[in-house]
């Protein structure tokens, strides 16, 4: 697993972070971001992560397990940051941790959730 972590911080970084911006088009009725469009938001970067970890061809993963905590929620035209990190958990598993927060300008940065992904990792085949 060392040689992984390590194949890890060579193919980029551990941690990353992006900005998306809250359009018409990912909010319901009441003008609040839809948990459809939150779950295509962390599909989409656990793909980029995902995708980060397959540069090494030795290894391959399987989604073991997803927790997902949502603590508020956002609305049209705020800007949500997108925080992920890779980190081991035991011997052959890592957790992608995504944590997503919502800022308006004049306001309190506020969680909006937090998805941990255990990945298992194992030789490939």
Not at 26 to 53: D, P, T
Not at 68 to 89: F, G, H, Q, R
Request: net charge positive; glycine share 6%.
């Amino acid at each position: 697993m060392k040689n992984f972590i390590n194949s890890v911080r060579k193919s980029g970084p551990l941690r990353t972070k992006d900005n998306f911006i809250i359009t018409s088009s990912m909010v319901n009725s009441n003008g609040q971001l839809s948990i459809w469009n939150l779950m295509q938001l962390l599909n989409e970067v656990k793909g980029g992560r995902m995708n980060q970890l397959l540069l090494n061809v030795r290894f391959e993963d399987k989604v073991k397990n997803m927790d997902l905590k949502i603590y508020d929620n956002a609305n049209l035209e705020e800007t949500l940051v997108v925080e992920s990190s890779l980190a081991p958990s035991g011997k052959r598993s890592v957790d992608l941790k995504i944590y997503v927060s919502r800022r308006k300008k004049g306001m309190p940065v506020k969680r909006v959730c937090k998805a941990v992904y255990t990945l298992g990792m194992h030789a490939a085949k």
